[in-house]
């Protein structure tokens, strides 16, 4: 194995720090990626930043995206397409992460 992708994890809790986590698998020496529409993040529109959670959670995926590690979508050729499903069309967003994994990858 050489390659982790981490879903299913609170983002801003669990991803980054913890056993099985982004900083872990990195030094252990794995190559790291987020499957990003298989996350989310532990947030109150109550407190800082003082936005919606789908705000929320796309901003911590920009930063883990910066910092941390690239990130892909469920749908990606990355992953096996579910039964039925026959991709998501490409748009502008989804073919730079595209690349970005592409380059990961290599």
Do not use: K
Not at 1 to 30: P, Q
Request: net charge positive; aromatic share 6%; proline share 6%.
């Amino acid at each position: 194995i050489r390659r982790v992708l981490l879903a299913g994890f609170a983002a801003n809790l669990c991803i980054v720090f913890r056993e099985a986590g982004i900083l872990t698998m990195r030094r252990a020496g794995f190559q790291v990626a987020v499957v990003r529409d298989l996350v989310d993040v532990m947030h109150s529109p109550l407190s800082r930043p003082y936005v919606s959670h789908a705000q929320a959670n796309e901003i911590h995926l920009a930063y883990l995206e910066r910092f941390a590690a690239p990130t892909t979508l469920a749908s990606s050729s990355l992953l096996p397409l579910p039964l039925g499903s026959r991709g998501c069309p490409e748009d502008r967003e989804h073919a730079q992460r595209r690349e970005s994994l592409r380059r990961w990858r290599e």
